[in-house]
Every structure is written in structure tokens, then in C-alpha cells.
């Protein structure tokens, strides 16, 4: 599929949905200062370090929202295509999930190169920047217990991984899951953002914070 590309804020913002549980992956790219960074390089690296390539941008760093294999497939990809060897960024409470592949066997991968092992450890409060745009870390257990967003105030903006979804949220029942736990993440990290905040998830289209607090029926208690 053609990779969706658009604007926000100064930053160029590429979208791929990759890999067999069609994971959103996004580049991130800084036309002023051609560096870019990748969130969730989910399969095929090989595409997403192409397409910074093609608009001449380089790939400064790798941040997983959480180590899930279908988050960090495309990893090894990319650091193949390109000579320099480019951290990772991951919070270390997931850590012991990259390194067992990320449930990779699980899902009926026998063979999976997870790339180099993070160097970076993400923690609430951490500032990241792209260019001149800072993203803040925010730890955001309970689809996983490192789980992590990446959210720009300056951008409206929140990168959220498989925490929650457009009408939906993330699954509790694998490794590091806890159900309380993910519903309070979404109330301390998510409901507390203004209400045109747009949310940039692991799956599917994009959504608002006032959209999922109207209309979610997870948010809104309708399921519970
Ligand atoms: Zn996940
Ligand atoms: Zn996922």
C-alpha cells in the first residue's frame, strides 16, 4: 500500500501500514533540518528507510512505543539500509518482551531479526525533539508494562501505540496486560489532553481526544 503522507505543524509526517496485524508505523521527517525519526517500525524497514531516502532525510533514531513484535519488526530493516547504526528508544519495563521477540512466536513467527537492542530507555517526563519539535515520554502501562506515548503539546499531537484506539482500545491479555491498569493510563495520559488533541495510533485511522471521550465506548463506561 502507498504510504499517506502529510503535515503537521513544520514536521512531514509519512504513515505505512505494515506487517501482518497492519500496524501503523510512523517517519517523521524535519524538511528544515532533513533529520527524521521513526515510531514503531512495524515490518519492512526496508520501505519506511527508503522513503526517508527518497525525500533526502536521515534517520536519527528509532522509538518503540512498546516492544510488541509487530511494533519493532521493521527495525532490522531499516539499520540494513543504512550504513550508520541508529538507537533505539524503549522504555526498559519492556525490555524482557523485545528481548523474547516480542511475542513474535507466539503469533507463528519462527524467524524474526529484532535489530539491535535499544540503547535509549524512555521514562516519563524524558524529552525527545525532532528538529525544534519536543515530544514528552509518558509511561503508559497496561497493554504492556513498559508501554509509552510520545505527545507534542506544540503539535496537538499524541503518538499512542496500542493504548487506545479510534472506538476502541488496546488488548490486556497478552504478557505485562492489565485491564485497570490500561483504563487508568488512558484517563491520566489521554483524557486529561485538550478535546482537538489528535491521536496517532498503533491501528487504524487517526482519531481525537474528544472524539474518544464522546464516543468510545471503553472511555465512556457503555463497556466495561
Ligand atoms: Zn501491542
Ligand atoms: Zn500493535
Not at 528509532?62 to 541508529?86: M, N, Q, R
Amino acid at each position: 500500500m502507498t504510504p499517506e503522507e502529510f503535515q503537521l505543524g513544520n514536521l512531514e509526517i509519512v504513515t505505512f501500514e505494515l506487517g501482518l496485524a497492519m500496524t501503523n508505523s510512523y517517519l517523521l521527517g524535519d524538511p528544515d533540518t532533513k533529520s527524521a525519526i521513526v515510531i514503531d517500525p512495524a515490518w519492512n524497514g526496508e520501505q519506511i528507510a527508503g522513503a526517508a531516502l527518497d525525500r533526502g532525510w536521515q534517520i536519527n533514531a528509532i522509538w518503540l512505543t512498546h516492544a510488541h513484535f509487530d511494533h519493532f519488526g521493521g527495525v532490522s530493516g531499516i539499520e540494513k539500509s543504512i550504513d550508520t547504526p541508529i538507537p533505539v528508544a524503549l522504555h526498559p519495563l519492556d525490555l524482557p518482551l523485545w528481548q523474547t521477540h516480542g511475542g513474535a512466536g507466539f503469533f507463528g513467527i519462527t524467524e524474526f531479526d529484532p535489530g539491535p537492542e535499544p540503547t535509549i530507555d524512555l521514562e516519563t517526563g524524558m524529552e525527545l525533539t525532532l528538529g525544534k519539535t519536543r515530544f514528552e515520554v509518558r509511561h503508559t502501562p497496561g497493554h504492556s508494562l513498559g508501554h509509552v506515548i510520545f505527545v507534542s503539546e506544540e503539535l496537538g499531537a499524541v503518538f499512542c501505540g496500542d493504548l487506545i484506539f479510534s472506538g476502541s482500545v488496546g488488548r490486556t491479555d497478552l504478557q505485562g496486560g492489565d485491564w485497570n491498569t490500561l483504563l487508568q493510563s488512558i484517563r491520566e495520559e489521554i483524557l486529561v489532553l485538550p478535546d482537538e488533541t489528535r491521536l496517532f495510533t498503533g491501528h487504524g485511522p487517526p482519531t481525537t481526544v474528544g472524539k474518544e471521550r464522546r464516543s468510545n465506548p471503553f472511555v465512556t463506561g457503555e463497556i466495561l
